[in-house]
């Protein structure tokens, strides 16, 4: 792993809080000027340490009530199933995001629907019926208390 200075971690911070901030407000608050500041970005960019920019948008407004944890077991891992699997998953618009897991159940996922019969629906009519599951466990959030949350950078600090 490559080495951060205090200004690329302080631009890092800041960026996670506000990502459309611009190279000059970012030289200003990490103080800096633009251009060392800019180069720095860059690099960041460059090395792939800043993945891109996205709008966090609220689930609830879009109308995507229900927002639940999945967790999958699969019959088996040698017949193709986890391949199948993570194949049809990433088709799925309703799941943001898939986890492989250790443990009891093989995969996590992070779902989002708009009512308690989307969900039915989806678990019962999509999720099981793919070839090689085995059973379902789903968990529904009651309350986001923190999160998506930030990457924490403090151990970059020397």
Do not use: Y
Not at 25 to 33: D, M, P, T
Not at 116 to 123: A, I
Not at 144 to 150: D, F, V
């Amino acid at each position: 792993m490559r080495s951060f200075d205090e200004f690329e971690i302080k631009i890092l911070n800041i960026l996670q809080r506000d990502g459309r901030k611009s190279v000059t407000e970012l030289a200003q608050e990490v103080g800096l000027s633009a251009t060392p500041c800019a180069r720095r970005f860059d690099a960041l960019q460059d090395s792939g340490v800043i993945k891109g920019f996205s709008a966090n948008l609220s689930r609830r407004a879009l109308g995507l009530a229900v927002e639940v944890f999945v967790q999958v077991r699969l019959t088996s891992h040698s017949d193709g199933s986890p391949e199948r699997f993570i194949a049809a998953v990433r088709d799925m618009d309703e799941v943001s995001s898939c986890w492989t897991m250790t443990g009891d159940h093989d995969f996590l996922l992070h779902v989002m629907v708009a009512s308690v019969d989307d969900l039915n629906d989806f678990v019962m009519h999509r999720l099981m019926r793919l070839a090689g599951v085995r059973d379902v466990h789903t968990q529904l959030v009651l309350q986001n208390i923190k999160g998506p949350g930030h990457i924490p950078l403090q151990h970059l600090r020397s």
